[in-house]
């Protein structure tokens, strides 16, 4: 049975850091990119970083470029998201995603929090 499942999210002050984590079960981890994804309530969901097969090229929306990092741990099947000098606007739902071809997957989603 394929599984995204993450961890790590929560409450952080303006300024701080978290990071998420995003096991996999169930599928080649390796052989599929991945990415963060976040929404807001009433919102789209947003792209916020990629990283390719490998981890050969990662890709960033702008306004987190410099504060977030992707990384991933193919022995360990999963996929980081290191998030630093936090801001209000990054809260939302952040989901995992892998990809390869037509195959999809998510995650159930992560809940930040940023507020004083």
């Known amino acids: 049975q394929v599984q995204l499942v993450e961890s790590g999210g929560g409450l952080v002050p303006p300024g701080g850091s978290l990071r998420l984590s995003c096991a996999a079960f169930?599928?080649?981890?390796?052989?599929?990119?991945m990415g963060w994804y976040r929404q807001v309530p009433g919102k789209e969901r947003e792209l916020v970083a990629t990283i390719s097969v490998y981890g050969r090229f990662t890709t960033y929306t702008e306004s987190v470029k410099g504060r977030f990092t992707i990384s991933r741990d193919d022995a360990k099947n999963t996929v980081y998201l290191q998030m630093s000098s936090l801001k209000p606007g990054d809260t939302a739902i952040y989901y995992c995603?892998?990809?390869?071809?037509?195959?999809?997957?998510w995650g159930q989603g992560s809940q930040v929090t940023v507020s004083s």
């Open positions: 169930g599928f080649t981890f390796s052989n599929h990119a």
């Open positions: 995603n892998a990809k390869r071809g037509i195959d999809v997957y």
